[in-house]
């Protein structure tokens, strides 16, 4: 995610993860809320924290200049360029610090030991599949708060908050109860469909904007050996980054908020059955590759980008992550999910975009205000037209795109947005509570429903019974949308 990305987890979930974001890339499933929440319990001797340095105008968060500092970023669908650039700045800072920077896709195995100890780095990108679980770090007192950061002067202007600089949405992102803000997401992911412009024109077909027009978009595609679909069938959490802004515009953006909130029988909601069966189409008319379910984030994607199907289920790092096997006139483009009808409670356009790729910064951290400096820099123009230059997506700093020629992908996510307007969907479970969206909802239902093992009824029932039992467990933080 992607990378909240699922693996980019983002993907954005990140990729992302959004895979997300950030959010898309890790490989191995994530553990159990028991086994999160045991971990997140504590324990072992706390490091020692490094003095405060002089505030400064050039220093503001007052860096120990000497103080070393530790970055852990997750080794995701952005690959780790841009964010060794950073550090170079940091290292120009304060050349009398030095950094250790590493790139893992084993964030929750790597760093949850060293949580428990109290001696975690200082700055992380808590992305991908192995994600530590948000919700347990904030219940359990684990993150530093950010506001430090956010009412720190900007890189580029002395005058100006770094808050003041963040796209729409970020700093909310972060919260989980109101203030304070725990988490700075440094992505900014456009989820939903993905495909080859160059394969929808050679079949004659424009971009579906009901399901009819969908349905009848991958009986062209069968026709001519084409997939209408595929998806990351061993991480079916990437579905929803189509599935939830459609079911936002078929019942209106309060069905995922209910959702979130693990309000009773949110599940049971008409808009949510409606298009449960619409997807169980997909499966049953034979529109999904072949071997799907078996197919890691990469496979599916390379499958994809090979033409092997037309429609990708994915968040804007996907452009990043399979530059290698993308054909030059692919004409990637992005679009928001059909909906149903003219009955839908929103327009076509309905999207999900948010922030991807979460950085934390552990409140046991040696040199907090260090991982607090090293995100002032990354939140510069600078950096963030790195960022955008080097891996294809937006970052959260509100700019950063001129002068930049745009990629296809880019381009297609901007469009998208402009599209969109004020019909941008956020929903918070990937978050919030990533062990039941990740491995309840994802593997257990949803992949189990378009795999043919589940029908629509079966998994709804399914799923409502899982979320049933998260309200209820009494171990679990409950966050809702203020």
Request: charged share 25%; proline share 6%; aromatic share 10%.
């Amino acid at each position: 995610m992607g990378s909240t990305s699922a693996e980019n987890d983002g993907k954005g979930v990140g990729r992302r993860d959004l895979i997300k974001r950030s959010a898309a890339l890790g490989l191995i499933s994530v553990p159990t809320m028991s086994f999160l929440s045991a971990c997140a319990s504590g324990g072992g001797d706390d490091q020692e924290k490094a003095e405060a340095g002089e505030k400064t105008a050039e220093n503001p968060l007052a860096v120990n200049e000497s103080a070393g500092m530790e970055f852990v970023l997750f080794d995701g669908g952005f690959g780790k360029e841009y964010a060794e650039d950073a550090v170079e700045l940091y290292e120009k800072a304060f050349p009398k610090a030095k950094v250790k920077f590493s790139a893992t896709q084993k964030i929750q195995s790597t760093l949850q030991p060293r949580f428990n100890g109290g001696n975690p780095p200082d700055l992380v990108d808590n992305s991908g599949a192995e994600q530590m679980d948000m919700g347990v770090l904030v219940g359990k007192k684990q993150l530093a708060d950010l506001t430090p950061l956010l009412d720190a002067p900007s890189y580029d202007d002395p005058n100006k908050k770094v808050r003041d600089t963040l796209r729409p949405g970020i700093v909310e992102m972060g919260q989980f109860d109101g203030d304070p803000v725990w988490i700075l997401y440094y992505a900014y992911t456009v989820y939903g469909n993905w495909y080859s412009q160059k394969a929808l024109d050679s079949l004659d077909a424009e971009y579906p904007q009901t399901w009819d027009e969908m349905l009848a978009v991958c009986e062209k595609a069968k026709k001519k050996g084409m997939a209408g679909w595929t998806y990351a069938g061993k991480y079916p959490y990437y579905i929803p980054f189509s599935m939830s802004p459609m079911i936002a515009k078929v019942g209106g953006a309060e069905v995922l908020k209910a959702i979130d909130n693990l309000e009773p029988n949110a599940w049971k909601h008409p808009a949510v059955k409606t298009v449960f069966e619409a997807w169980y189409e997909l499966y049953k008319k034979g529109y999904i590759l072949k071997g799907t379910p078996g197919l890691d984030h990469i496979q599916s994607q390379t499958a994809w980008a090979k033409g092997d199907a037309l429609f990708l289920p994915n968040g804007s790092w996907v452009e990043n992550e399979s530059a290698k096997v993308i054909p030059a006139d692919f004409g990637l483009t992005v679009s928001a999910p059909p909906g149903i009808d003219d009955n839908d409670k929103m327009p076509f356009g309905t999207i999900w975009a948010s922030g991807g790729e979460p950085f934390i910064v552990p409140v046991k951290a040696a040199n907090g205000a260090g991982g607090m400096e090293q995100l002032r820099i990354m939140l510069s123009e600078a950096s963030s037209k790195n960022f955008t230059s080097k891996v294809k997506s937006l970052s959260a700093y509100n700019g950063g795109t001129d002068g930049i020629e745009l990629t296809p992908g880019l381009k297609a996510g901007v469009a998208a947005l402009e599209l969109a307007g004020d019909n941008v969907v956020n929903p918070r479970m990937q978050d919030w509570y990533v062990q039941l969206q990740k491995e309840k909802i994802g593997v257990s239902c949803l992949g189990e429903m378009m795999a043919g093992r589940l029908t629509p009824a079966e998994t709804i029932k399914k799923i409502q019974g899982y979320a049933d039992e998260a309200a209820k467990d009494s171990s679990i933080k409950h966050y809702k949308h203020q």
